[in-house]
């Protein structure tokens, strides 16, 4: 069988990153950023100087940070199928 002219054939290294990938990605940043938000509770508990309320701040805002960032889509470019050949003139005959 032959290949009719338009017909797509799509190059698998543009497959997208598998859901566990994207999930272990998400939960990763998502526990980093609670690490870093512990962190600024226990400083503004020890620490008697003004940093102590950018410590407060950070430790109020992160949570809405990191739930931001753990819920976006990770994109990365060319993620999905694309046309195998549509750019790569070198391959043409």
């Known amino acids: 069988m032959a290949r009719g002219d338009s017909e797509e054939v799509h190059s698998i290294t543009s497959a997208r990153e598998p859901h566990s990938a994207q999930v272990d990605h998400r939960e990763r940043n998502y526990l980093i950023s609670m690490a870093i938000r512990v962190a600024c509770f226990l400083s503004f508990v ?32 060319g993620d999905g199928p694309s046309p195998f050949g549509v750019d790569r003139k070198e391959l043409d005959g």
């Open 46 to 77: 020890a620490v008697d100087h003004w940093i102590r309320w950018v410590l407060l701040l950070g430790a109020v805002v992160l949570p809405y940070i990191a739930v931001v960032i753990g819920n976006s889509a990770i994109r990365n470019p």
